[in-house]
Structures are given as C-alpha cells and as structure tokens.
C-alpha cells in the first residue's frame, strides 16, 4: 500500500463552451478498469447524442492500467491530452469522459489538444483532488474520568480522531502516521499515567481535501 497518492474526491462535472461546441469533462474516482469501463458507457449512453465522448483513465498505485480513447476525433487530439492531465496532476484511480457537442467550427489538431486539456483540468478543479495518507488506527481504552483530559489534548494536537466509543470504558481511536505509532503511544501512555490500553489496528486511508 501507498503511503499516500492523490485522486479525485469524487464524481464532478464542468462544462466550457469553445468556438461554440460544448466540452462537458465528466469526472469519477474508479479502483478497476471494469468500473472505469462502466462509467464510459453510463456516459455515452446518457449523451448518445453527443458528437464524441472522449475518455481516458488511470488506475493502480504504479499507474499500471491507462487508456486513452478519441472516439471518432483525430488521433491523439483528445484521449492521449485527457490522459496527460491525469500525469501531469498526478491523479490515481480516476477516469474522465469528455463529451463534445460540435459547434459547427473546426479547431484544428492543436485547437482540440488544448481544449480537451482545458476541459478536463477544469472539471478536475471543480471535483476537486483528495491526498490519500496511510494511517493505522490506534485505540485507547480507559475509565472514563480521563475522557475531558484525552479529548482535549487530542484536539489541540496534531493527531485527528476517527471515533469515540462508550463502551463500559470509553475508547479513543485515533489516526497515526506510522512513523509516529511510538511517539504517540509514549504520549498517550504518559498523559494516562500508564492506566490506558493502547492498541494498534487497521492501516486505513484518511482523505485530505487540496483543491
């Protein structure tokens, strides 16, 4: 697992007008190729209308799967320049369709290289992009008496809660970067005065949004 990569935080849509065709960037967050497959089609099918529905993806940690379709436009002047947001942003795990609809003025191969380029940055910013850090998941059991104390000084420090448990003792689970798994264990333990039970669990992905 990554230690942390970036993506898109969602599904998006932005539309720009461009010597009067519509571009409408279509944005989603896929972890296979089979959902970035079905996400093409759901958007073909919704503007089957459409003049092209370009598309490009990029999926896996190493950027191992990546697609580019032009759709009818000329070779490499809409998928490839897609593709290369995707690069150029760094974007893991996200698929982009650009659906045109012709305005009835030709742009030319370097007309549609940039305004595929445009349409797809801008539907990207409108998403917006999420930084995926690996964290693990550490919990605290303690009596309840030291439930203010925690809470507070967990608040003010640089560590975030996932959750609160009232259990017969109250349980902090708590988000820390591995490198730091000793260090806040040796912090708990002394603001507990060695009484809490301090477990590690999972390694989950906490979501930071950029833009």
């Not at 290369?84 to 290289?113: P, Q």
């Not at 998403?127 to 998941?137: C, E, S």
């Amino acid at each position: 697992m990554l230690p942390h990569y970036l993506t898109v935080k969602g599904r998006g849509e932005h539309e720009i007008v461009i010597e009067k065709s519509r571009f409408i960037a279509h944005i989603a967050r896929v972890e296979s190729e089979e959902a970035a497959q079905a996400f093409i089609q759901e958007i073909k099918k919704k503007h089957k209308d459409a003049t092209h529905n370009c598309s490009a993806y990029m999926i896996g940690e190493q950027n191992q799967i990546q697609k580019a379709l032009d759709d009818g436009e000329p070779s490499g002047t809409a998928g490839v320049p897609i593709l290369e947001v995707l690069k150029k942003k760094d974007l893991k795990d996200t698929a982009v369709v650009v659906t045109r609809y012709f305005g009835g003025i030709k742009l030319g191969a370097g007309g549609l290289i940039r305004a595929y380029s445009k349409a797809t940055s801008e539907g990207i910013n409108t998403t917006g992009v999420v930084n995926r850090k690996l964290m693990r998941v550490i919990s605290t059991n303690v009596d309840y008496t030291w439930l203010g104390k925690l809470e507070n000084e967990l608040r003010s420090s640089i560590y975030q809660i996932k959750e609160i448990q009232y259990l017969e003792q109250v349980n902090l689970l708590v988000y820390v970067e591995e490198a730091q798994k000793q260090a806040y264990t040796n912090w708990m333990t002394e603001l507990t005065n060695g009484q809490g039970r301090i477990t590690e669990g999972e390694m989950i992905y906490l979501e930071q949004a950029l833009v």
